[in-house]
């Protein structure tokens, strides 16, 4: 079962810079079923979606030891004003999701 309305385990993904194609997964040949709101609907996405979630906001926090102007301690990436600010002043890294819509990054004022 697949949250959503198309498999991402077969379909090219719009990775914000370009299509890519999923990795070659050892069960990418097995039946799938795709289900719009699937998390609403089905107990094993919703498990599944906690999950994701919850290991995404450990990587969010070690990474912010890295790259502390973001506050992804705090924050985890979502948009916080301060992570927006953040955004503005020093752009994206290459750990920002570049399919989203980004605040502008404000040009430099030179003296």
């Known amino acids: 079962m697949i949250d959503g309305s198309f498999n991402l385990l077969r379909a090219p993904v ?3 810079f ?8 050892s069960y990418r040949s097995l039946r799938a079923t795709t289900i719009v709101k699937g998390d609403q609907k089905c107990a094993s996405i919703a498990a599944a979606s906690v999950l ?13 030891s890295q ?4 506050g992804w301690a705090s924050n ?3 948009g916080a004003a301060s992570h ?6 020093w752009g994206p890294n290459v750990h ?4 989203w819509r980004l605040p502008e990054r404000r040009a430099l004022k030179l003296p």
């Open 96 to 99: 920002h999701r570049r399919s």
């Open 18 to 25: 370009g299509v890519a194609m999923p990795p070659e997964l």
């Open 76 to 78: 985890k990436g979502y």
């Open 52 to 64: 994701a979630k919850v290991h995404r906001d450990a990587v969010m926090t070690n990474l912010d």
């Open 14 to 16: 719009d990775i914000g």
């Open 67 to 70: 790259f502390r102007d973001f």
């Open 84 to 89: 927006l600010e953040a955004l503005r002043e």
